[in-house]
């Protein structure tokens, strides 16, 4: 028996792929410039950004180590300040000129993070992320995550966002104006750093071994796009898991796949199942849903002994 | 009618008084060694500690304006880097050796946060922290906060931690070792940034007008002190406050006392009272109390209208 843990690209050469030319030497990382230790900087043309984070006291759990809430902000915080240095984005969450003028947004598809190693309170991360089209109508975009000291690989992820009208609250197409703006900063095509095309299901009351229900959002918890942002999402999954599960296992993959936004007038149901149990771990499958029983977002996790 | 909220010292020259000498100039703060700049220092001896943060994307709410968490989030994190730059924190949340050998942690006693203007993201704010012993038993500790570019006054902020035992649970002493320890570090007088004397009290379900229950924190709400973080017990206090009063005010003032420690297999329920109205906002209570009526802690929060 094997988790479905695809095999992770980033931990072999650690480079994308496709259009990136490949670094000469790795001390152009450890530059003198001091000033781009935490605000960030382009590389590579504009095409990859590179951020550091210091890993603060609040970021991290009981365990001393990151939440994976904390590694997802980063996450989104590396992916927009990409967006704004590189000159695309004028407001909101990543919102072009073009975008604003359409009412459209960006809001995630899907997410997918593989954590081999979580960094601990004062650990400097250095992430690294880079961004294509996605098919027709989404944006793709990768993220590597390294202890910026030893260069050890810590985390990869992948993510699709697409557009949404801010008004009527539905999909739009990935508009052309939009890609024009987003030009200098899309590759043209890069191999995603994670690939894992398996499915995800939906749990039901009938398929699901542990529920929490009647979660109900608060404005508190809504972002900038007024929804309930994902990292909210990932705790009430969280919330569903059994205890003992959360305190003995490391979570080492996390992926989800967003189907409809929820605001602060929902009431909705965590539920989750264990799908599968070995002495290296769990895969537990994950749904959120509405009362009315629409899904609001599946999901499923992947834990292994935190010594292992 | 007029607001409970006291005179901030901080507004006027906004230097701490007491032991701590003025500095010549404001041209000192804007140096050029951009190490400094988000990695924070020690000044005036090592009595203050000076730390910027750019305030990221994910640390705002829907109003684009940084949480009541996220900022409180940054008191703590400048607090522990002070006693980790001073020297004298060699593990945990501020733990000094002679804590350690003893099994001894900080927990907070009490915090009184006024924010005046809630930074946005990408806003730098410069944040100033020292400390000195309260009374007997505690370490007080005051926090006033900048904007970087304006020089602004955006909140100050003064608490109290106590000392308790991390097996036991019981409150400590504060430990002669200890106090030698943070010798260099502690001020020897200072006046308190805020100066309320006015109690608090607990609410209960005749008093409460908004109550939710049975609130149940899990694993991942703990920090690395095993309890519920204090952040976690502001977002609880939150979400009992109607909704339109979070929606169209803006929180200005946030008093809590903590009266006991809550770990992960609690019930608790979030009370809440508007205790004054008028044009110029509201005034709420708010306990935090045990399913037996044991209160966690009690709190006062004073809400102005949003464009005030």
Not at 116 to 141: F, H, I, L, Q
């Amino acid at each position: 028996f094997k988790f479905n843990v695809v095999k992770n690209k980033a931990t072999g050469d650690e480079r994308p792929s496709g259009k990136l030319s490949v670094k000469e030497n790795s001390s152009c990382y450890h530059n003198n410039n001091d000033d781009d230790l935490f605000s960030g900087k382009l590389v590579q043309g504009k095409h990859v950004f590179q951020q550091n984070f210091s890993i603060r006291s609040y970021e991290v759990g009981p365990d001393s180590k990151i939440t994976i809430g904390a590694l997802t902000n980063l996450l989104q915080e590396s992916a927009v300040n990409h967006l704004i240095r590189g000159g695309v984005m004028v407001e909101g969450l990543g919102w072009t000129p073009a975008m604003c003028l359409k009412n459209l947004i960006w809001v995630v598809y899907n997410i997918h993070i593989l954590i081999d190693t979580y960094p601990s309170w004062s650990d400097v991360v250095e992430v690294e992320t880079w961004t294509c089209a996605s098919g027709r109508n989404g944006m793709r975009r990768d993220w590597l995550g390294r202890d910026y000291n030893t260069r050890k690989t810590l985390f990869t992820a992948v993510s699709v966002y697409v557009m949404m009208n801010k008004k009527t609250r539905k999909l739009s197409k990935f508009i052309e104006e939009t890609r024009q703006e987003t030009k200098p900063l899309f590759m043209d095509y890069c191999d995603p750093i994670i690939n894992d095309a398996t499915k995800l299901r939906d749990l039901d009351f009938d398929t699901a071994h542990y529920v929490i229900k009647d979660l109900s959002p608060k404005w508190t918890d809504l972002d900038v796009n007024q929804h309930v942002n994902h990292v909210k999402y990932i705790n009430w999954i969280l919330q569903s898991a059994p205890e003992s599960i959360l305190e003995t296992q490391k979570l080492c993959s996390l992926k989800l796949e967003f189907r409809k936004e929820c605001g602060k007038n929902s009431l909705l149901h965590s539920l989750s199942a264990i799908s599968k149990k070995s002495d290296q771990g769990f895969e537990l499958e994950h749904t959120l849903r509405l009362q009315n029983g629409l899904t609001i977002l599946r999901g499923r996790t992947v834990w292994m002994p935190r010594n292992y």
